[in-house]
C-alpha cells in the first residue's frame, strides 16, 4: 500500500508542478523540464503495484500458449491429413489390386456366369470396404483436431478469466484506495 501512495504522491507532485507554472504568453502553454517529468515517471514506474507485472507477466503466458496451441494444433492437423490421404491411397491400391485379382479369376471362370458374378460382386464389396474404412479414419483424424483444438481453445479461455479476475481485483484495490485517502 506504501508503494501506491507513493505512485498518487507523484502524480500529485506533477499535477501541482503543472499548475504552479507560468503560462507561455499568447500560447496557454508552460514549459517543464524534461528532468522533470522523466524523474517523476521514473519514480512512479518504480512504484506501481506489482500486480501490474504478473498482469503483463499473464498476457505474456496467454500469448505464448495460443501460439504454441496453433502450433500444435497445425501439426496434428497435418499428420492426421497425411495419414488420411496416406490410408486412403494404400486402400484404393488394395482395392485396385482385389480388383484386378478378381478380374483376373473372373476372366478364368468366365464359363460359369454365377462365379463371374459372384467374383465381381466380392469385388466390389471390397473396394466399397476399403472406401468406408479410409473415410472412418479420415472422420477420427478431424474429430480428434477437433477436439485438440477445443481444448486449447477452453485453456485460453481459464486464462483469459483468470486474467479478469486479477484486473477486477486490482481495479477494486484501487477504488477501496481511493475511497479510504478522499
Known sequence: MANDLTVIDQIEKFEKQIANKSTVPL????????????????????????????????????????????????KELETANRTARETVEEARAQAEEMLMIAEKKSAELVSTHSVTQRAKQQAQTML???????????????????????????????????????????????DRRRTGRN
Request: hydrophobic share 35%.
Open 27 to 74: 500560447t496557454g502553454s508552460i514549459l517543464i523540464r524534461k528532468s522533470e517529468i522523466q524523474e517523476i515517471l521514473e519514480t512512479i514506474k518504480e512504484h506501481l503495484p506489482s500486480e501490474f507485472q504478473q498482469c503483463r507477466q499473464l498476457i505474456s503466458d496467454v500469448e505464448s500458449l495460443k501460439s504454441r496451441t496453433e502450433a500444435v494444433v497445425t
Open 128 to 174: 466399397s470396404t476399403a472406401e468406408r474404412e479410409s473415410r472412418a479414419i479420415m472422420e477420427g483424424a478431424h474429430t480428434h483436431s477437433v477436439r485438440s483444438i477445443k481444448s486449447a481453445l477452453a485453456d485460453i479461455e481459464r486464462l483469459k478469466i483468470a486474467m479478469q479476475q486479477i484486473l477486477r481485483q486490482i481495479d477494486e484495490d484501487e
